[in-house]
């Protein structure tokens, strides 16, 4: 049998990761564009893109032998698309609200890779604070996340449909939760991935802590005028002792270049989806990568090579 031959037995055995993985890697033997570098725009300190964006970029360098691929912390979704537009960064993670109101000023250029997964909004106090609803924010100092950041977007957003009203600071997610603690601010917002770190890092330290619920805001943002809000409930195994948290999610999806050779956009679709095991083995965030919901990038069109990996996935399986 040809080396690259697949069969359902292999499948089987295998996993049809691995067989992807095979296929498309023999596939593009010798045919591989060799790039200079690779530039993945990540996010802030404590945030989910950061650290799944290092996880990715350590697989990626075992795949395209002789690009250097780096990481660049960003703000996040807003900063990241700019830089791909400007062509500073070939790749970068960015949420779908953020990608959809640059629908009247397109970023011209970038497609998508896939969805990962997706994004919850956390508001988050201390044990102790005064502050139980949205309304208890009026006058207090609240992070907002970094500047250019998803979550700054989403709460600009949530604050004008809401008419909430608040003393805005911004922050990384991981200073925002180190001055939580040491009483520089009232609150904080992320948007982000579950477990995020810099939560995750407080509850290790047994700082207290408790989240405020977004329920009713989820609900009005779901029926604004975007298709990216879907009201949400963050499970309570996820933040140990917190009880389950209702709030709003948003999804997230990796976006790219056009002008990325096609090859090269189908070994980093095969390594997100194809090995998202690996990325996952000290990142549990990377977990809830999945092939099936990957395609699954609303308005966002997919980049050709992602389309093609997509299309083989589809075939072998």
Known sequence: MPPTALTRRALLLGGAGTAVTAALGSCTTGQLPVLPELVLATGPPGAVYREIGGALAEELRKHLRGTAVRTRPTG????????????????????????????????????????????????????????KTTRDLAGRRIAVGAAGSGTEYTVEKLRRIAGLSFNEVRLSQAEAAKQLEEGGIDAFFTLTGIPTPAISDLLRRQVPIRMVELAEQAQALASGDSSAYMPATIPKPTYGYLLPYRTVSVPNLLIVRDDLPVEVVKIVTNTVFAESDAIAVNHPEARRINRSTGIATGPVPLHPGAAAWFREYKRLV
């Open 76 to 131: 996040a979704s807003v900063e990241n698309l700019m830089l791909l537009g400007s062509g500073q960064a070939q790749l970068g993670f960015v949420s779908l609200d953020a990608m959809l109101a640059r629908q009247n000023s397109p970023v011209e250029g970038v497609s998508a890779i896939g969805r990962l997964y997706d994004s919850f909004l956390h508001l988050v106090v201390l044990d102790s604070s005064p502050i």
